[in-house]
C-alpha cells in the first residue's frame, strides 16, 4: 500500500503536525488527570505514531465503521487506551466523542480503561491483558488472507486491506505474543505492520532489569520484516518504515524509540509516567513547555480540519463499492457469497440440511468430526484447526488441503503446540469477520487457552473450541491429561456456552447451537465410545436438559418419579442404567440429560420445573469431573457423584470403576437417598 497525503497536494506544514500530534498528547493527559486513573505515558510517547497511521496510512470511514475492506487497527497495549481514543475522536468518529473523553472510565461512558469493542463500533478488539492484542491481530491478518484466495479474482481484488497495531514492551514479553508471532512468520503474513513502542520502561523500572533480548533478533528468527526507528518525532522516517513494511510479504515488526511521558519535564522516560495522573503542576509544565495555552480538552480548528478523515474515508470507501460492483457484474454468485458472509455474517439458509444423522456407537470426539466433514462444504467460512492434535480431535477437513505460506486455500489451520495463541488468533479471526473459527486440543489445554476463551466471552465472539478427551476416560496418559476442575472452570465464565454431549445426535446438535449462537462454545467430547441414547424430543440440546427417560417399574407407568437422575456426556449412560435397576427395585426414576447448564439457566422457570419437578428432592448428578456447582442443580437433599481428586494413569475401565463411575455405584447413591 502506498501512504497518502492527508490532502491533495502536499503534506500539511510541520507546525501543524505538531499541533496535532500534541492535541493526542493533551487529550491524554486530560482524560487521565480528570480520571484521577490511567496510564498517560503511552499516548504521549506514541502519539507520532497515531498521527501517522491515522492520518495517512490506514484506510478508514468514520462515516461508515464497519466497511468490509477497511484497514484494522489493533492497540495491544490497550492500557494505553486514550492513545485509540483521542485518534478515533479526532479521525471524526461519532463516538469516542468529546464528552466520551471527558468522562473516561467513568460509568456508563464507552471510554473504559482498556478499549472495549462492544462499547465503541471503531474499536476492532478489546485488549489490555498483554500480548492477546499481539493474537488477535495475527488472526486478523491470517482470515484477511483466506477471504482474499478464496473471493479475489484477477483484475478484482476486492479484498485488499491490512492489519496495523502499536506493541509494547509488555506485549512482547508475554508468551502468547511468541507463540503467535512463530506463526504469523511461518504462514508469511504479509498484511500486518506492527509498530513496537521501544520505551525502555515497565511498571517497575526500566525494562532491562527483566528484559534484555534482542527482540528484533527474535522477530528476525521468527521470519518478520523488521526494522528500527530510532526516533519517534522523525515522522519520514516513520513514513518511511511503514512504506517497507508495507511492500514486504513477511509480517513487520517496526521497533520505534519513544520516550513514555514524552514532555512532562520530571516524569518523561520513567515509570512515574506509566500509570498514574502525571498531577497538576507536571501537566502545566508539559504544557507550557509545548507552547500549549488552551484549556483542558481543547481541539483547535485547524488540527480538527486536518486530522478529520470523514470525506477522505467516504472516498475510499465509495471507490471499493465501485470497484464491488465491477466485481459484481463479472462474478455475480461470488459477489452474493461475499456479501452473505463478510456483510451480513449469516449462515447460508439451508445449511442445516447437511447436518448428519449420527446413531453408531462412538466417541463423541469422533462425532464431531463427522459433522465438520459433512458441513464443510455447504459452510465454507468453518474455518479452523487444531493444536498438533488433528488425528486425535478429529478436526481435519478431509481432502481440504492446509493452509500455509504457499496455499492459502487450505481448509485446516495447523496450529503446532500454541494452545494460547490459537485461541488468542481465532478471536481475531472472529472479530475479523467472513469466516467461523474453530479450534481445538484436549479439554485439559483449556488451562492453556483459559484467557483467550475469556475475552472470547467478553466479546461475545462466535468461536467454537472442540475440546476432546474430556474425563478421565482419557486413560493411560494419567493425570497430567485427564481434566478434573476444568468443567467447573469453564462453566464459572460469564457468556461462555459449554457443551457436553452424551451420543452422535446431542453432538450433531451441539455443533448446530455452536454454529448459531452469537458468542462463545466449548464442545467437551469423550474418547472412548458411547453408545445411542435412542429418541428424545426435539430441540432438547438446545434447551440445555432434558428429559431423556422415565422409567417405571412394571405396571406402573404413569407414576411421577421418585429420584431424579442427572448426567452429562459419558456419565448419562450410567443414568439409564441406574434408572433400570432402581425400576427393578420397584422406583420410578426419571433420566436427565444436562448437556449445557448455561442453556438450562436461560430457560423459564417452567420448562425447568417440568424437567426437575421441585417436589422430587432426590436427585443425583452424575459428572466425571469435580462436581463444585451442581448443588444449584440437585439442591440440599441431592447427593453429587463426582471427582474428589486428580485421576491415576489406567485403562479408562479400571479408572471409573475405582472412582464410581458405574451402574452399581450410581444405583446404591440413589437407594441410599431414598432410605434417608
Not at 449 to 460: K, N, V
Not at 528 to 542: H, N, S, Y
Not at 616 to 625: D, S
Request: aromatic residues 6%.
Amino acid at each position: 500500500m502506498t501512504i497518502l497525503s492527508p490532502h491533495p497536494g502536499a503534506r500539511m506544514s510541520a507546525e501543524l503536525a505538531q499541533r496535532s500530534i500534541d492535541t493526542v498528547r493533551t487529550l491524554a493527559m486530560d482524560a487521565v488527570q480528570q480520571a484521577n486513573s490511567g496510564h498517560p505515558g503511552m499516548p504521549m510517547g506514541c502519539a507520532p505514531m497515531a498521527y501517522v497511521l491515522f492520518n495517512e496510512v490506514m484506510r478508514l470511514d468514520p462515516t461508515q465503521v464497519d466497511w468490509p475492506d477497511r484497514d484494522r487497527f489493533v492497540l495491544s497495549a490497550g492500557h494505553g487506551s486514550m492513545l485509540l481514543y483521542a485518534a478515533l475522536h479526532l479521525a471524526g468518529f461519532a463516538r469516542p466523542n468529546l464528552d466520551d473523553l471527558q468522562h473516561f472510565r467513568q460509568w456508563g461512558s464507552p471510554t473504559a480503561g482498556h478499549p472495549e469493542n462492544f462499547l465503541l463500533d471503531a474499536v476492532e478488539t478489546t485488549t489490555g491483558p498483554l500480548g492477546q492484542g499481539v493474537a488477535n491481530g495475527i488472526g486478523m491478518a491470517l482470515a484477511a488472507e483466506r477471504l482474499a484466495a478464496e473471493f479475489n479474482r484477477p483484475g478484482h481484488e476486492i479484498v485488499d486491506h491490512r492489519v496495523y497495531g502499536i506493541v509494547s514492551d509488555g506485549d512482547l514479553m508475554e508468551g502468547v505474543a511468541a507463540e503467535a508471532a512463530s506463526l504469523a512468520g511461518h504462514l508469511r503474513l504479509g498484511r500486518l505492520t506492527y509498530l513496537y513502542d521501544d520505551n525502555a520502561i515497565t511498571i517497575d523500572g526500566r525494562t532491562e532489569i527483566a528484559f534484555t533480548e534482542d527482540v528484533l533478533a527474535r522477530f528476525d528468527a521468527y521470519g518478520w520484516h523488521t526494522q528500527r526507528v530510532e526516533d519517534v518525532t522523525d515522522l519520514d522516517a516513520l513514513r518511511a518504515a511503514i512504506a517497507a513494511a508495507d511492500a514486504d510479504e513477511r509480517p513487520s515488526l517496526i521497533a520505534v524509540r519513544t520516550v513514555i511521558g514524552h514532555g512532562a519535564p520530571n516524569k518523561a522516560g520513567t515509570s512515574k509516567a506509566h500509570g498514574s495522573p502525571l498531577g497538576p503542576d507536571e501537566i502545566a509544565a508539559t504544557k507550557q513547555a509545548m507552547g500549549w495555552d488552551l484549556e483542558p480538552f481543547t481541539v483547535p480548528d485547524d488540527v480538527r480540519d486536518h486530522l478529520d478523515l470523514s470525506e477522505r474515508g467516504r472516498e475510499r470507501r465509495e471507490a471499493w463499492e465501485q470497484r464491488f460492483a465491477a466485481y459484481r457484474e463479472a462474478h455475480p454468485e461470488l459477489a452474493d457469497e461475499f456479501e452473505r458472509r463478510v456483510v451480513r455474517g449469516e449462515l447460508p439458509a439451508d445449511w442445516t440440511d447437511a447436518l448428519p444423522t449420527l446413531d453408531d456407537k462412538a466417541a463423541t470426539r469422533q462425532h464431531s468430526g463427522a459433522v465438520i466433514n459433512a458441513i464443510a462444504e455447504r459452510v465454507p467460512e468453518l474455518f479452523g484447526g487444531s493444536a498438533d492434535l488433528a488425528a486425535s480431535n478429529n478436526t481435519d477437513v478431509e481432502g481440504g488441503g492446509d493452509f500455509s505460506a504457499t496455499d492459502r486455500t487450505g481448509r485446516n489451520v495447523r496450529f503446532g503446540v500454541r494452545e494460547h495463541a490459537m485461541a488468542s488468533i481465532a478471536n481475531g479471526m472472529a472479530l475479523h469477520g467472513g469466516v467461523i473459527p474453530y479450534v481445538a486440543t484436549f479439554l485439559i489445554f483449556t488451562d492453556y487457552c483459559r484467557p483467550a476463551i475469556r475475552l472470547s466471552a467478553l466479546m461475545q465472539q462466535r468461536v467454537v473450541y472442540v475440546m476432546t478427551h474430556d474425563s478421565i476416560g482419557l486413560g493411560e496418559d494419567g493425570p497430567t491429561h485427564q481434566p478434573v476442575e476444568h468443567l467447573p472452570a469453564l462453566r464459572a465464565i460469564p457468556g461462555l456456552t459449554v457443551l457436553r454431549p452424551a451420543d452422535g445426535a446431542e453432538t450433531v446438535a451441539a455443533w448446530k447451537l455452536a454454529l448459531e449462537h452469537d458468542g462463545p462454545s466449548v464442545l467437551a467430547l469423550t474418547r472412548q465410545g458411547l453408545p445411542p441414547l435412542g429418541d428424545r424430543p426435539e430441540g432438547a440440546v438446545e434447551r440445555g436438559a432434558y428429559v431423556l427417560r422415565d422409567v417405571h417399574p412394571d405396571g406402573d407407568e404413569g407414576a411421577d418419579p421418585q429420584v431424579v437422575l442427572i448426567g452429562t456426556g459419558s456419565e448419562v449412560q450410567l443414568c439409564l442404567g441406574a434408572a433400570e435397576q432402581l425400576a427393578a427395585d420397584g422406583v420410578a426414576a426419571r433420566v436427565v440429560s444436562m448437556p449445557s447448564w448455561e442453556r438450562f439457566a436461560a430457560q423459564d422457570q417452567a420448562y425447568r420445573d417440568e424437567v426437575l419437578p421441585p417436589q422430587v428432592r432426590a436427585r443425583v448428578a452424575v459428572e466425571a469431573a469435580a462436581g463444585f456447582g451442581w448443588e444449584r442443580w440437585v439442591g440440599d437433599a441431592g447427593v453429587i457423584v463426582a471427582m474428589e481428586r486428580f485421576g491415576a494413569s489406567a485403562p479408562a475401565e479400571k479408572l471409573f470403576e475405582v472412582f464410581g463411575f458405574t451402574v452399581e455405584h450410581v444405583t446404591e447413591v440413589a437407594r441410599g437417598l431414598l432410605r434417608a
